[in-house]
């Protein structure tokens, strides 16, 4: 293949190994209701990540990412600098945000259940991300590259994040569910 050529299709799944995660080409976006009328939303940078694949089942696969709220950007300081007070993610006393994988369930050729344990604020709850591998590439380096995006919806309450004023007709300024969607790229560790 000479280098104009681009390939026509992806790998359905990346090649087995221990990755990292490319902060510079990740990120996870949170958008939630106000007043049940717009929708606000921000995004949350990557700190850390790893990602196992094992080549040889790849449901046994891992991974686990840290993001850091003290960066959260939803496009007003104001509101971002009320995001890190204790009547959100409280950033003094939780510095970080972090989901560690539990198990992994093949919903489809290139989609996947992810299933792990999302601590926000001290508090650990296990959620379900539908996620789907969108696929490997070898950059421009010689260095592997893998691709995955994912969504879920948590109720932000039983992060103890429960804040929120009422308008006159009694709408709440902040609405409970959260609805989170990350794309994150993966570099594969040199061997």
């Known amino acids: 293949m000479t280098d104009t050529e681009i390939p026509t299709e992806m790998p359905t799944l990346p090649l087995p190994g221990e990755y990292d995660i490319d902060v510079n080409h990740s990120y996870a976006q949170f958008s939630a209701r106000h007043f049940m009328i717009s929708t606000i939303r921000g995004t949350i940078p990557f700190l ?10 790849p449901t046994r696969s891992t991974v686990s990412v840290v993001l850091d709220p003290n960066a959260v950007n939803s496009g007003n300081e104001r509101r971002d600098a009320h995001l890190k007070t204790p009547d959100f ?12 994988g539990t198990s992994i369930r093949a919903s489809g050729e290139r989609s996947y259940e992810l299933t792990g344990d999302l601590t926000i604020r001290g508090v650990t709850k296990t959620i379900v991300i539908d996620a789907t591998f969108n696929g490997a590439v ?54």
């Open 48 to 57: 850390s990540g790893h990602l196992h694949v094992d080549g040889d089942d």
């Open 89 to 100: 993610f409280d950033v003094e006393n939780f510095p970080t945000i972090e989901f560690v």
């Open 138 to 191: 070898r950059d421009n380096r010689s260095r592997d590259r893998a691709g995955f995006s994912g969504s879920t919806t948590v109720n932000r309450f039983d992060f103890e994040a429960a804040w929120n004023a009422v308008g006159e007709t009694g709408t709440l300024a902040v609405g409970a569910d959260i609805r989170l969607d990350i794309d994150a790229e993966f570099l594969k560790a040199e061997d």
